[in-house]
């Protein structure tokens, strides 16, 4: 709308919430068969999500970051990261 694209998740990592702008998902490991929900749709539907992944983005100062996420933590990112995307699950 206004000529600049953007793309911001925002993830609570337990003691903090962490802002990614232009969030890439540059590495996955451990692929598992999930179930989610999404507030977007009613229900749940089946999902492949990756145990541990490796994301590149930009922090909260525009800076270059580089960082691993397992477990649930990979696996809200990847859900948003899609939604980024346009995917919903």
């Known amino acids: 709308m206004i000529g600049v694209n953007k793309a911001i998740i925002a993830v609570n990592i337990g003691f903090m919430n962490l802002i990614m702008y232009n969030p890439e998902i540059v590495k996955k490991a451990k692929p ?3 179930e989610e929900g999404c507030l977007s749709l009613a229900g749940v539907r089946k999902c492949t999500r990756y145990k541990e992944i490796e994301v590149r983005y930009q922090d909260i100062k525009f800076k270059q970051q580089c960082q691993k996420f397992s477990g649930w933590t ?10 980024l995307h346009g995917k919903i699950i």
């Open 74 to 83: 990979a696996q809200i990112i990847q859900h948003e990261v899609d939604h």
């Open 32 to 34: 598992f068969q999930t």
